[in-house]
């Protein structure tokens, strides 16, 4: 029980961290739709995001990685008997977590050298501006863990390459996304157009925190949990909107920062290197702690020059 309550904290903190871009173009979106269509997509939209993409998805990736078992034959072992489908999970384990892990780095890599941020550390500033080491670095990563997959194993050389493929797909729709954002405030789009487009926005938002919860636990019903959690807690952070969420300017470091932790944590189990339950949540739930306290001093001082 303790094991479990210890994976589900850190499963609803990754999903908060790691959503905080999605909460905020939410806050900017919905500024532009009138107040009942702010009020469906707040209800509708949360029992879509928990239910169709964050309760559907960690399902899909399972089966995706066990081809031995039905679709249905999942589903009744994950309800009715967790423990042992975690047990004719860990055939597929290297498998599921390398493919995630590769993408997870990559998401990290990508808004470390070409991303657009507040600076917490002078080196993430020297960093950025080699941004064109970005697809040096990714090469070289992605050829280390391939052809130490081959040697390992030839099918996670697959798995790596998917992982990547991933990346690179949902990374072209983000991009496209953000460019669409701007243009959404401004253009007189009908309100149910401008909800549709969230809708779509949050399914590829929500595949980093499923992802991800893989690096915490493969007890399904664990990460339905405590990702669903953290939807709920992503749209309260809608409701209050960007202003709040604004006051803690390096919050999306911290989430960065623990996509790249993870990822790395899911490359190295993968080649069977073996880490306690608790070192996921824990570094998840540290890196926020470091980043919240940056922001707070950084709002502390931001004040103090306003106000001297």
């Not at 905020?24 to 928990?50: C, D, M, Q, S």
């Not at 040697?151 to 669409?180: H, Q, V, W, Y």
């Not at 549709?196 to 399914?203: I, S």
């Not at 339950?277 to 919240?292: I, Q, R, S, Y």
Request: glycine content about 6%; hydrophobic content about 55%.
């Amino acid at each position: 029980m303790v094991q479990s309550l210890i994976v589900i904290l850190g499963l609803i903190v990754f999903e908060v961290i790691s959503s905080v871009d999605n909460a905020i173009v939410n806050a900017h979106v919905l500024k532009t739709v009138p107040e009942k269509y702010r009020k469906f997509f707040l209800l509708w939209g949360l029992l879509l995001a928990v239910f169709v993409m964050r309760g559907v998805l960690p399902f899909v990736i399972v089966w995706l990685a066990n081809a031995n078992l039905s679709f249905g034959d999942l589903i009744s072992l994950v309800f009715s008997d967790p423990e042992r489908m975690e047990a004719s999970l860990e055939h597929s384990k290297p498998l599921l977590l390398l493919a995630g892990g590769v993408y997870l780095f990559f998401v990290f890599l990508s808004w470390l050298f070409l991303e657009e941020k507040k600076y917490a550390f002078l080196v993430e500033h020297f960093i950025h501006k080699q941004s064109v080491w970005f697809y040096a670095l990714s090469s070289l990563f992605i050829t280390l863990v391939i052809y130490t997959a081959v040697k390992t194993e030839p099918g996670l050389a697959l798995a790596a390459s998917i992982g990547a493929t991933a990346f690179f797909l949902t990374d072209g729709f983000r991009k496209n996304a953000e460019d669409k954002e701007q243009k959404l405030e401004k253009k007189h789009l009908s309100a149910w157009s401008k909800l549709l487009y969230l809708e779509v926005l949050d399914a590829s938002f929500s595949i980093d925190g499923v992802i991800g919860a893989f690096a915490f636990t493969l007890s399904v019903p664990l990460i339905l949990i405590g990702n669903g959690i953290g939807a709920f807690v992503v749209r309260e952070f809608t409701i209050k909107g960007i202003n709040l969420i604004s006051k803690f300017a390096y919050l999306k470091n911290g989430a960065m920062y623990s996509i790249g932790m993870l990822g790395g944590l899911m490359v190295l189990e993968s080649f069977g290197r073996e880490f306690d339950f608790w070192v996921a949540p824990l570094n998840t739930c540290a890196l926020l702690g470091l980043f919240l306290f940056l922001s707070v001093r950084e709002a502390r001082l931001a004040q103090k020059d306003t106000h001297p």
